[in-house]
C-alpha cells in the first residue's frame, strides 16, 4: 500500500503559517502594551518624586518649576495613556485573530488526524486481508486445534 499522504498538507502548512503570524503580532502588540505600562509607572514615580521635592519648602522660582515640570509629566501621562488604550485594543484585535486563525488550523490538524487513522484502519485490514489469502492459497495447512495436516 501506499504512503499516507493529505491532500490539504499544503493548506494545513499555509494556515501554520498564519497562525504563527497572528502569533507573533499579537507578542508585538502585547510588547507595546507592556512598555506603555512602564512609562506610565516610571511617570507616576517622578511625579512622587518631584511632590517630595515640593513638600521640601524650597525657594519660589524652584517651586515654579517643580509645578511645571509636573505639569509636562501629567501631560505625558495623559497622552501615554490614550496611547495605552489604543494598543490594548489592537492587542485585543491580535488576539481574536491570533484564536481565529488557532481554531482554523487546529480544524485541519485534527481532520489530518482522522484521515490518517481512516488510513491507518485501510491498511490494517488490507494486511489482514492479504495474510488470510496468503494462508488460503498455501492449501490451507493450519488446524483449528493448531496442529498441522500431513500432505
Given at each position: ?40 509607572d516610571k511617570l507616576a514615580k517622578e511625579l512622587d518624586t518631584l511632590q517630595m521635592e515640593k513638600e521640601k ?95
Open positions: 500500500m501506499k504512503k499516507f499522504k493529505f491532500r490539504l498538507e499544503r493548506v494545513l502548512r499555509y494556515r501554520k503559517a498564519l497562525k504563527n503570524e497572528a502569533l507573533r503580532e499579537l507578542m508585538e502588540k502585547n510588547r507595546v502594551v507592556d512598555e506603555l505600562e512602564f512609562i506610565i519648602g524650597l525657594f519660589a522660582e524652584h517651586i515654579y518649576m517643580i509645578n511645571f515640570y509636573r505639569g509636562r509629566i501629567m501631560s505625558e501621562i495623559e497622552n501615554t495613556t490614550e496611547k495605552l488604550f489604543i494598543a490594548i485594543e489592537e492587542a485585543e484585535q491580535a488576539l481574536i485573530s491570533y484564536m481565529e486563525k488557532a481554531k482554523d488550523e487546529k480544524a485541519l490538524a485534527t481532520l489530518r488526524e482522522h484521515r490518517k487513522e481512516e488510513y491507518m484502519d485501510l491498511a490494517q485490514k488490507e494486511e489482514g486481508k492479504f495474510l488470510d489469502e496468503l494462508a488460503t492459497q498455501k492449501g490451507n495447512t493450519f488446524l483449528t486445534d493448531g496442529g498441522y495436516h500431513d500432505q
